[in-house]
């Protein structure tokens, strides 16, 4: 596709069930970004992935929370056991960047909506 | 270390007025800076960014945002308000491979 694609766009889940987001970007980006997006408290970033390699993920906020991808395209953040707090919009980036200070455009997707009841 | 704050979370401006969204920031490096845009039901995207070039930077729809090292700040303006400028506005920095967000300002346009 031309964008970024996330599915599925809304979930809605149980207390202590599991979930997977998934993450299309854009074919030939390297970069992959996951951000969590809450009310009132702007864009958190969770992980960076380059290529199938997560060099950064100390925004993820518990061992709850993972994340891979796979083939250097295709991501899925998964969240186990999920919490209401874990409620928000998760947002999925992708960009050409491959190393050092990240001086280029991020091309996000519309995110995902979960809500945990 | 990197971060941003964005002062008030919520802007009203009249339509034709001046808008101003304010940034300011924290990085251990010499920053660069970002604004981007969330009209209501869509994706993030690029304002415009500041890459240590000039330090007056125009971007997309009329929107121009200043780099000052000495107030640490990135300021975000447009001269004249429009209806369709209604939306959520991130300011984000990078001192690494990732951005760090602000929490947001949202504008609202008054007719």
């Known amino acids: 596709g031309a964008g970024v694609s996330q599915s599925p766009s809304n979930k809605v889940t149980e207390k202590g069930k599991d979930v997977e987001l998934r993450c299309d970007p854009i074919?030939?980006?390297?970069?992959l970004y996951w951000y969590r997006q809450s009310l009132g408290q702007g864009l958190e970033f969770l992980i960076y992935?380059?290529?199938?390699?997560?060099?950064?993920k100390s925004g993820l906020p518990s061992d709850r929370f993972s994340a891979e991808r796979t083939g250097g395209s295709v991501s899925t953040l998964t969240i186990q056991r999920t919490q209401q707090e874990d409620s928000a919009v998760y947002l999925c980036?992708?960009?050409?960047?491959?190393?050092?200070?990240?001086?280029?455009?991020?091309?996000f997707g519309e995110g995902s909506r979960l809500t945990v009841l | 270390a990197q971060s941003v704050t964005q002062l008030g979370s919520h802007v009203s401006v009249s339509e034709g007025a001046l808008v101003l969204l304010r940034c300011n920031y924290s990085?251990?490096?010499?920053?660069?800076l970002f604004w981007y845009v969330q009209y209501p039901n869509q994706g993030l995207q690029l304002l415009l960014k500041?890459?240590?070039?000039?330090?007056l930077v125009k971007g997309i729809n009329g929107f121009e945002a200043e780099f000052k090292k000495s107030e640490t700040s990135f300021h975000l303006t447009k001269p004249s308000a429009h209806m369709s400028d209604a939306a959520e506005y991130f300011c984000?920095?990078?001192?690494?491979?990732?951005?760090?967000f602000g929490t947001g300002t949202r504008l609202t346009i008054i007719p």
């Open positions: 074919s030939g980006h390297t970069a």
């Open positions: 990085s251990s490096v010499p920053p660069y």
């Open positions: 500041y890459t240590s070039a000039a330090t």
């Open positions: 992935f380059q290529g199938n390699s997560a060099p950064d």
């Open positions: 980036a992708s960009s050409f960047h491959r190393q050092g200070r990240n001086t280029g455009e991020l091309f």
């Open positions: 984000a920095v990078s001192a690494s491979e990732k951005l760090t």
